[in-house]
């Protein structure tokens, strides 16, 4: 790369450097929150001061203190292992949902969207037939079906999440393919599937992108949500759902079984919110993503 | 003298959503238009906005939208192209039959390197290794007078001005050295002086490759500097093909005497420019038409 040389004799003129953008701030704290939760979560056997399941007979319900600085629970085991480890789980099935349903949902999305017509008629009305279905009611159909457990739930998570992912990529399909550089690649030879993957794919993932971090953060309630039935992520692997459960019965005895399970989802949301409100603010202005 | 493109009776129609009975049916966009370009020419197509030019140059490529219905004849180098399969539609276009548009800008996709969308059109084509279609797509931008090639290859779209996307469209138009280059509109989003630099390049293509150029424009002034034989076309309807300077000098058709009248090239400074009625209807042109074949 050549570049050109400044013309010489006058001094360079450097405009002082902007602030970030907004949206660019939110993305960098959000990722910031959420990669000290994820390496916390991902080192938990490593920085967790006890075993997530080892009960302290003599510590029921104990307060804080410096060994177990987020207290006790009702069986003695330390809440702040619990936290790490129930973060592990909760980010590991929300991510995986979300993945997968986005894994999916493109080539639908996208095939929807630029061949048109019957296939999208077909892919369209199948994915609304989902999407009719209340997502609770959704999640627990497929547990009464397959038994709880975390992999059900990531499962449910991602069934529910597929035709929203879909939809958005299918109508940011809609906006690329009428581009001029469509009709311009296929002027040049290009097949359809060429054209879909080089050209509508990179320029229409955007939305997609935004939506699929804004579901992070509702996949990691539901998650909790489901854990907190008893449908989720079952005893005794912890989970941050699982634990606000267990913490309900002692709330006035020993609020720090229940508050500190809560923060931890409270800022794993939060973080995810923020990600994707940033990203939606710079990738999708228009809001395609609802 | 074999013709490169021949239009025989082409005609485009746009099935319409609503077919209510009783109303009348939508007028096709293009009608009855026969013409032939013979090898090496360039071929103007003139008329103002919605007469149907480039329905008819995209109905070439096989791009017009699904509701579009094309009768009659088209023949690429003699062989039918109504009714080609997509298959064999997508290996003749940007092989043997190169199309460029109207904006450039628009026309290159964002998140590829301009050289990379040059190089994907030979690779489209021919199986060549991704360093010699580099190495080519270089040579061609080059061709296409774009100074320190090797280094624009891998900038983004917008990291060039406008006439220069136009140069590297014509640049992937020409990759496979196609025989019939179709250019719709290319000068109209570039300002004078860059117009002209394109237009002098496809001069300078046609002369060094013996492409065939049909060139859609909707300004004389194009037409009177580059093509041998223009075509004018209104509603759809080819209403003269005359040589390049027979149309300026002798006009034959009452519509072209009124387009020629309109354009300010003739017309004293500061006077008022005649203005086409818009109310001219296909019973009009049929009129006009009669009198113009007198």
Redesign the interface.
């Known amino acids: 790369?050549?570049t050109i040389a400044p013309p010489t004799g006058g001094p360079i003129v450097r405009r002082p450097r902007s602030k970030p953008h907004t949206s660019t701030r939110f993305v960098i704290t959000g990722v910031a929150i959420l990669g000290v939760l994820a390496v916390a979560a991902i080192a938990a056997p490593l920085i967790a001061p006890h075993g997530p399941e080892t009960v302290e007979v003599s510590r029921v319900l104990g307060a804080p203190n410096l060994q177990h600085p987020f207290g006790s629970d009702v069986l003695g085991r330390d809440v702040l292992s619990r936290v790490l480890y129930g973060l592990r789980t909760s980010l590991l099935v929300s991510l995986t949902a979300v993945t997968v349903a986005t894994v999916i949902a493109v080539p639908f999305g996208l095939a929807a969207g630029y061949f048109g017509?019957r296939v999208d008629t077909a892919i369209s009305r199948t994915l609304d037939m989902i999407l009719v279905l209340p997502a609770m009611l959704l999640a627990i159909t497929f547990i009464a079906i397959l038994g709880p457990g975390s992999a059900v739930a990531a499962l449910a998570i991602a069934v529910i999440y597929l035709p929203i992912l879909a939809r958005v990529m299918r109508s940011s399909t809609l906006v690329i393919t009428r581009?001029?550089?469509v009709?311009?690649?296929?002027?040049?030879?290009?097949?359809?599937l060429?054209v879909l993957v080089?050209?509508v794919a990179?320029?229409a993932l955007g939305p997609v992108i935004v939506q699929a971090s804004v579901l992070s953060a509702f996949a990691l309630q539901l998650e909790a949500g489901l854990s907190f039935l008893g449908l989720g992520t079952q005893p005794p692997t912890p989970s941050l759902g699982g634990m606000l459960a267990d913490g309900r019965d002692v709330l006035i005895q020993a609020p720090w079984v229940e508050i500190f399970p809560g923060i931890a989802i409270v800022i794993a949301v939060l973080s995810f919110t923020l990600i994707g409100e940033g990203l939606r603010r710079s990738f999708d202005p228009r809001g395609v993503a609802e | 003298m074999t013709g490169v493109l021949s239009f025989t009776d082409v005609a485009v129609r746009f099935a319409s959503t609503e077919t209510s009975t009783g109303a009348p049916p939508v007028p096709p966009a293009v009608d009855s238009v026969s013409f032939t370009i013979n090898r090496g020419e360039i071929f103007g197509i003139v008329g103002e906005s919605g007469s149907g030019k480039s329905t008819l140059a995209n109905s070439v490529?096989g791009?017009l939208p699904?509701s579009a219905q094309v009768t009659g004849s088209i023949r690429v180098n003699d062989r039918e192209v109504i009714g080609l399969d997509?298959?064999q539609l997508?290996?003749?276009?940007?092989?043997e039959v190169?199309?460029i548009?109207q904006?450039a800008s628009?026309?290159?996709?964002?998140?590829?390197s301009v050289g990379d969308?040059i190089a994907?059109?030979i690779r489209?084509?021919r199986t060549i290794s991704r360093r010699g279609a580099r190495a080519k797509a270089i040579s061609l931008m080059t061709e296409v007078g774009i100074a320190?090639a090797a280094?624009r290859y891998?900038d983004a779209p917008h990291r060039l001005s406008g006439g220069m996307r136009q140069r590297i469209?014509i640049a992937?138009?020409l990759?496979?050295n196609p025989q019939l280059l179709i250019a719709d509109e290319p000068t109209t989003a570039l300002d004078v002086t860059i117009q002209a630099q394109v237009l002098a390049l496809i001069g300078e293509l046609r002369k060094n490759h013996g492409t065939t150029v049909l060139l859609i424009t909707h300004d004389l002034g194009v037409v009177a500097q580059v093509c041998d034989r223009v075509g004018v076309m209104y509603g759809g309807k080819l209403l003269e093909v005359a040589a390049a300077e027979d149309l300026f000098a002798n006009p034959q058709h009452a519509y072209t005497r009124a387009l020629l009248a309109a354009s300010p090239s003739g017309a004293p400074r500061g006077s008022r420019l005649p203005v086409i009625p818009a109310a001219w209807n296909i019973e009009d042109l049929q009129r006009l038409r009669q009198e113009g074949t007198e």
């Open positions: 790369m050549t017509g581009n001029e550089y009709l311009g690649a296929r002027a040049r030879g290009a097949g359809h060429r080089h050209h990179p320029n | 490529m791009l699904r997509d298959d997508r290996s003749m276009r940007g092989d190169s199309m548009f904006d628009a026309s290159l996709d964002p998140t590829w969308q994907e059109t489209a084509h320190d280094s891998s469209m992937a138009a990759a496979n």
